[in-house]
């Protein structure tokens, strides 16, 4: 079964940066498209990044300080997150579009790692 795993959430000061990792896992044929959400309690998710086509689109309130990228041999997808605000405090979610093998392209969504901006 494939699975996401995101990493480097945490604690950081307002004006700091931020990298996130998304590792995919399984029997992976190509990773078609790719994005991330995010999300505070009580509210809808909210888009942050989302690349298919060779086209990457931002989310208003990110756009010029996120940056997502990812390692297509490795299957890592990364955030870098500069100029954090504390209205980026929120639950980071990847998402990815995935073949695995004959049985066609599936979503597949990490578990969500938490990011404080906070001084």
């Known amino acids: 079964q494939v699975q996401l795993v995101e990493s480097g959430g945490g604690l950081v000061q307002p004006g700091g940066s931020l990298r996130l990792s998304c590792a995919a896992s399984?029997?992976?044929?190509?990773?078609?498209?790719m994005g991330w959400y995010r999300q505070v309690p009580g509210k809808q998710r909210e888009l942050v990044a989302f690349?298919?086509?060779?086209?990457?689109d931002y989310g208003d309130s990110v756009k010029g300080r996120f940056t997502a990228s990812r390692d297509n041999a490795k299957n890592m997808m990364y955030l870098q997150m500069n100029s954090l605000k504390p209205d980026d405090t929120a639950n980071y979610y990847c998402?990815?579009?995935?073949?695995?093998?004959?049985?066609?392209?599936?979503?597949?969504w990490g578990q969500g790692t938490q990011v404080t901006v906070s001084s």
């Open positions: 399984g029997s992976i044929s190509s990773i078609y498209a």
């Open positions: 690349s298919r086509g060779g086209i990457t």
């Open positions: 998402y990815a579009a995935i073949s695995v093998g004959a049985l066609g392209v599936k979503p597949y």
